[in-house]
Every structure is written in C-alpha cells, then in structure tokens.
C-alpha cells in the first residue's frame, strides 16, 4: 500500500500566474492560468530516459559520494562511514534528531514495477513503505521490453527508521540524488581492476553470443541493469553475462580454467543451462566479498546443444576482454 507523502504534490503542483496592478496606473491585469507540463516518457523501451542517466554514466559515478552529497546532516547524525554493499549500492547507518535509528541505502540500480504513480526529481516513480518503519523510493532511468517481462531500472533509497513518517525523508534524499547525479555527479575512482566500472554488454562479443546461441541472432539486448546483461534468441536460448558481489557457486564438476584463473561449472536440467562463475577481486568490501563474473546459457525449448561447451567458450571470451584485478 502507498502512503500519502506530501513532497509528492509538491512535485506535481499547477504553477498560477496571478493578477498585478501595474505601476503606473495601477490597472488590474490578469493572465491566464497555465499547468507545467511534465515530460512523458515511454518506458516500454529499453533505452535511458535521459542521457544523464546513460549506464555508461551511471557506471563512472561514486554512489557512496552520492549519498553524502545529499547532505543527510539534515536529518540527523551521519556515521562517519559510508559503506558500500555490493556495485551499485552503499548505505549510512546514522541516527536521527532523536538519537534513533535511520538507516539509508542507495541502490543505483533497481527495479522500478509501477512507475506510474508518482514523479520524484521529474522521473517516474513508485513510493512503498513495508507498513511499519521502511519505506522504499524508486525514481525510474530507463524502460525496458514488457515483452520480455523486464521491468525498468531506476534509483531507490531505501529509508529504515522510527519515525512517524519515513516516506517523506525517503523521497526527498532521493529528490536530490537524482539532481546531484543530473547536473553534478561525483567521479569515482575506481579500485584498480574493479568490475564496477565495465560494460557487461560489451564484454561479449556478438559474434561470441550467437555461437553460444547456435548461431541465432538475439533479438534483444539488455534489461538486466548496470551490472547484467540478457540475450535471448527465437530458438529458445539465451545467454547472461553479469558481475556481482558476494560468492561464487560450488560445484562438484570438474572446474574450468580460463587462461590460468580457475572457474566453477554447474549444470543443471529443466530446462538444460550451464553456469560458470570465476572469482575476479577479492575483499570487494567490508565483510571480504569478492567480485565475480557470472555467464549462463539457457537452452528453454530444449533443441539438440552442449550448453556447457557453449558456455566455457563465451566465458573464455569474456575473461579475455576484462583486466586482472
């Protein structure tokens, strides 16, 4: 259930010019009222909805500088450390002017179901709240192929706390981190050899997926985020490439070994699909995650294909295309 923010009508308010005398006979002048006109955006494509928030952008940006530009001090006490949690996210457990918890997440990457509700920083956005102390804000940068059953990526703040009313702060720590990455994003300076900064698209190649796909052509491209990426072909295979943060699979197959770094395999029926995942940095944060690379082939309608041969192939190709961290 949503929950009435009042920022929200903010957003959305008809501007009025009123009526003023004029100075010099002091007549009464009116003018005609006029309603600002928000942008329509068609978020059944997956295509950004403004290049501020390109991925390419989004990836070179520092979320953990982003949320500590969106000046948090003025709900509270900030802890001293933003943590980053994963690519693409980071969190501040502060407390508020009460002493009590508030504990803020920035997802830069996250999916926005119903953003047809709400506009939050001018974008189309969803507001929810868990119906005791958590409300989720998700402002939507791109659409995606409801065909595919994809749904379009956005922002989200995540706000946890014991306020009466934790939407409101919700929405407007995320009214200014759409802002601040819209006009002044913080540059990251990425750990050398880090994932979070590459294209999970472009490190297939296309020549790489179709043979992976037995040589059909993939009719899409992407709707998996900043960090993933899907193709998905009319004989029924598709193939995913994407980074994460946490641990790679265990398997008892015997592994794969990509150019001298070691990868796990792990099969699996129904539909047929081979899994490969190799360790890329280790101690990615705070707790000792690592980051890894995930490649997956899917053979849905079952046609005659060894998915783990076709998987290794792309994984030796995509490995090929990343540094060493």
């Not at 119906?131 to 791109?142: E, K, L, M, P, Q």
């Amino acid at each position: 259930m949503f929950r009435p923010v009042t920022l929200i009508a903010a957003l959305l308010s008809v501007l009025a010019v009123a009526g003023c005398a004029s100075a010099a006979g002091m007549e009464k002048t009116t003018s005609s009222r006029r309603t600002v006109e928000l942008p329509k955006y068609d978020l059944e494509k997956p295509e950004p909805l403004d290049q501020a928030f390109a991925p390419n952008r989004l990836r070179g940006i520092d979320v953990c500088a982003t949320l500590q530009a969106a000046n948090l001090g003025q709900y509270g006490t900030p802890a001293p450390d933003f943590t980053p949690d994963g690519l693409g996210t980071c969190a501040n457990y502060m407390t508020d002017r009460n002493g009590k918890e508030f504990d803020v997440t920035l997802y830069f990457d996250s999916e926005v179901t119903d953003p047809s509700t709400h506009r939050i920083g001018g974008l189309p956005a969803e507001i929810s709240d868990n119906g005791s102390d958590t409300c989720f804000a998700r402002a939507a940068y791109t659409g995606a192929e409801p065909r595919l059953f994809a749904a379009p990526r956005g922002f989200e703040i995540q706000l946890r706390g014991e306020q009466d009313d934790v939407c409101s702060p919700a929405v407007q720590i995320l009214t200014d981190v759409v802002d601040i990455v819209r006009t002044k994003p913080p540059i990251s300076t990425r750990v050398s050899g880090s994932l979070a900064g590459f294209d999970p698209c472009g490190v297939a190649d296309p020549a790489a997926v179709r043979d992976a796909m037995m040589g059909a052509t993939p009719d899409s491209t992407g709707g998996e985020g900043l960090y993933g990426c899907e193709w998905i072909a009319d004989n029924g295979v598709s193939v995913e490439v994407s980074f994460n943060v946490g641990s790679v699979q265990s398997s008892d197959q015997p592994g794969l070994d990509l150019s001298g770094v070691p990868a796990v395999v792990v099969p699996s029926d129904d539909p047929p699909t081979c899994e490969i995942e190799w360790e890329h940095r280790q101690n990615a944060n705070q707790v000792g995650d690592s980051e890894y690379v995930h490649v997956e082939v899917m053979n849905m309608d079952n046609i005659p294909m060894d998915t783990c041969a076709n998987a290794a192939n792309l994984a030796q190709q995509v490995r090929a295309k990343l540094p060493t961290a």
